[in-house]
């Protein structure tokens, strides 16, 4: 029971608060993400679809003038915008041309050297009149207007003014010179075809001529030509020569061949045959074409004229058979018969023969 009592009396005493120290609070910095942004992406814009306008242009009669015009665009606003231009346009081209008619302004280029083409003019005669003559009366006779009066006498007489009219007539002599000088060369060249016609053959042609005074006829220019060939000045043309063709190589010569000697013949036959009689004549007519024969096969011995040995009797020719002697052409038969040797072969060949009669 004590104890218990212990237990309840300390329980029951009061209690000494501990003061707790505060310890200081660290704040921990506040880090802020940054915000970031997302791109805001836009929507590609939608490129405008160009569009096509065509149109040809034409004459009164429907015949195309130019070409066919296109215009490309992409709304109607800016479609009507480029015809308003192109209207614009054309108007203020065609108020310049009307312009420069009226004015009489020729914009037309002129070529580099502006020599423009002279027609021919009529020379017509000026009257005068009285106050005119008699006005050319008094400024003939004071020398300080005699030149004036002169050349407005003159231009009533010939229709020009002297100035022009020297002019024109100096021209018409160079032109006729001109002339006359083509006409009279292309006779010359004509004329000698063995002339080279080169630029510097023609050049010195002229230039010699010109030189010595000589007029351009066709004799001066046969002269100059003769002239400057004698000095080797004139170019003449090359002469072309034909190569003849190299002679071909000799032959090699051939070696000699041993000839082998032919079979013997066949022995006459001994059947009798139908002779009709006939002139000696007729033992040379001329049989029928016989068949080519075949000729021996050679075979070389590889004998040179060097090493050919030439001791030793030659070979008798072979008798003559009756078959051999009816197969030869008669072109060859009356030529051999000239022969004697042949001629008494032939009388001996047809005597030996056993002569069959006719039944």
């Known amino acids: ?12 005493a009061p209690v000494e608060e501990v003061k707790e120290v505060a310890q200081p609070v660290v704040e921990e910095p506040v880090v802020e993400a940054p915000v970031v942004e997302e791109p805001i992406v836009e929507a590609p814009p939608v490129a405008p679809v160009q569009l096509r306008y065509e149109y040809q242009p034409t004459d009164e009669q429907g015949r195309n003038l130019g070409g066919k ?8 606003d800016e479609l009507a915008s480029k015809l308003s231009e192109q209207n614009t346009q054309l108007v203020r081209k065609l108020r310049e041309v009307t312009r420069k008619q009226k004015l009489g302004i020729d914009d037309t280029p002129k070529p580099p050297d502006g020599q423009i083409f002279d027609t021919a003019v009529d020379l017509e005669e000026k009257p005068l009149s009285t106050e005119q003559v008699f006005d050319l009366t008094q400024k003939l006779n004071d020398p300080a207007t005699f030149v004036e009066a002169r050349d407005a006498l003159l ?11 020297r002019k024109r007539y100096n021209e018409q002599q160079q032109l006729t010179l001109q002339l006359l000088v083509k006409s009279n060369y292309d006779i010359f060249e004509r004329q000698h075809t063995d002339f080279v016609p080169s630029a510097e ?3 010195l042609l002229t230039d010699w001529m010109s030189k010595k005074g000589l007029a ?13 060939k004698e000095s080797g000045l004139i170019l003449e043309a090359p002469t072309v020569r034909e190569v003849s063709p190299a002679p071909p190589a000799p032959p090699a010569a051939p070696a000699l061949e041993a000839e082998v000697p032919p079979a013997a013949p066949a022995p006459a036959s001994t059947e009798p045959k139908p002779v009709v009689p006939a002139s000696n004549e007729s033992r040379i007519t001329p049989p029928a074409t ?3 024969t075949r000729q021996p096969i050679r075979v070389p011995s590889g004998l040179t004229n060097n090493v050919t040995s030439v001791s030793g009797q030659p070979a008798k020719a072979n008798s003559l058979t009756v078959a051999e002697f009816e197969k030869m052409p008669a072109d060859e038969v009356k030529k051999r018969l000239k022969d004697p040797v042949f001629a008494k072969q032939v009388n001996d060949l047809y005597t030996r023969k056993p002569v069959q009669s006719q039944i």
Do not use: C, H, W
């Open 201 to 203: 053959n023609k050049q």
């Open 290 to 292: 016989p068949a080519a």
């Open 155 to 165: 231009e009533s007489a010939l229709g020009v003014s002297p100035a022009e009219f």
């Open 216 to 228: 351009p006829t066709v004799a001066n220019f046969e002269f100059a030509l003769s002239t400057l």
């Open 1 to 12: 029971m004590a104890g218990l009592r212990d237990r309840v009396e300390r329980e029951a």
């Open 69 to 76: 015009q296109v215009i490309l665009y992409t709304t109607p």
